[in-house]
């Protein structure tokens, strides 16, 4: 067995990559980021981009793939079935092989990230949403999360989605749309029935998350912004409250639009939450950690 001399860790999400590699034995840390890496949303694109990284990664530190133990927290790594294709996809289609690899839920790595491995229920807001707790013997649990066509509510692709249904519904009422924010959206989308439908037709997950920065900054200027973020909030309080439970552990919100999301809340759920004390790759870090020190105990 080839000792394990580095450890990569990568956080996968909707719209965007973080990812580091540590040299262990001089600490060098090296890293890199990339594009969208959700394997539920679009496998193709998000194994092409997490190939990139790793590549730049190895690139950068001289690592050779025999004495590297990755883990990887991605967006649909909680499907076993996704998790297996992108570790077989590497493997045979991209020619990595690691010395050991590790495959969680980006939402797992959350949950060891906010909290610093400690027990906590944590709520990741990013273009999706999912609720996670991690108790004091180490058990974890998700809520919610089930992907966008289902569930995902309190995530940005959603409140795009909202948007965009109150543009069609001015389009449908008024032949054009009505507010600040469905002005702005139809700019990008289109008016004319023809242009939205194609639109509609090829849209996925992350090209309604785009539209959250729209709809933040105008939300002391447009009332049907604010309606949309008031009913945002109150699907980010709903998870919030399953994810905790009758259980009294810390709250923590992460993802990309935990910090703009909890002025949004109620002071009750604001009195709640507790600053997290780091993010999904630094969970990453901390169970690539845990890894080695099993294997080496092993």
């Known amino acids: 067995m080839n000792k394990i001399n580095y450890l990569l860790a990568l956080d996968g999400g909707g719209t965007k990559i973080n990812a580091q590699i540590v040299h262990l034995s001089s600490g060098a840390t090296f890293q890199a980021r990339g594009e969208e890496a959700s394997l539920s949303n679009n496998f193709q694109a998000a194994l092409s981009n997490i190939e990139t990284v790793i590549h730049n990664l190895l690139e950068q530190s001289g690592a050779d793939l025999s004495e590297v133990l990755a883990v990887m927290g991605v967006a649909g790594g909680g499907s076993k079935d996704l998790a297996q294709r992108l570790s077989a996809a590497l493997e045979l289609g991209c020619d990595i092989k690691f010395a050991q690899l590790h495959i969680y839920s980006d939402a797992i790595s959350s949950l060891y990230g906010a909290n610093e491995g400690k027990p906590v229920a944590m709520v990741a807001l990013g273009t999706g949403a999912v609720g996670a707790r991690l108790t004091a013997n180490g058990d974890t649990q998700l809520i919610g999360g089930w992907g966008f066509m289902a569930d ?58 785009r539209f959250t920065y729209l709809i933040f900054a105008l939300k002391n200027e447009c009332e049907v912004a604010q309606q949309l973020l008031q009913k945002h909030a109150l699907q980010v309080e709903h998870l919030i409250e399953k994810t905790r439970a009758d259980s009294r552990l810390p709250v923590m919100l992460t993802g990309g639009l935990a910090d703009v999301t909890i002025a949004l809340l109620n002071q009750q759920m604001q009195q709640l939450i507790t600053p997290r004390l780091g993010d999904s790759l630094r969970g990453a870090v901390l169970l690539a950690q845990q890894h080695l020190q099993y294997d080496q105990i092993g």
């Open 152 to 209: 995902d509510f309190g995530g940005g692709a959603h409140l795009g989605l909202t948007a965009v249904q109150a543009l069609l519904n001015d389009i449908d009422c008024f032949g054009a749309p009505q507010s600040k924010i469905t002005c702005q959206i139809s700019e990008l989308i289109g008016t004319q029935r023809a242009q939205l439908g194609a639109w509609l037709h090829a849209a996925k997950a992350i090209d309604y998350a």
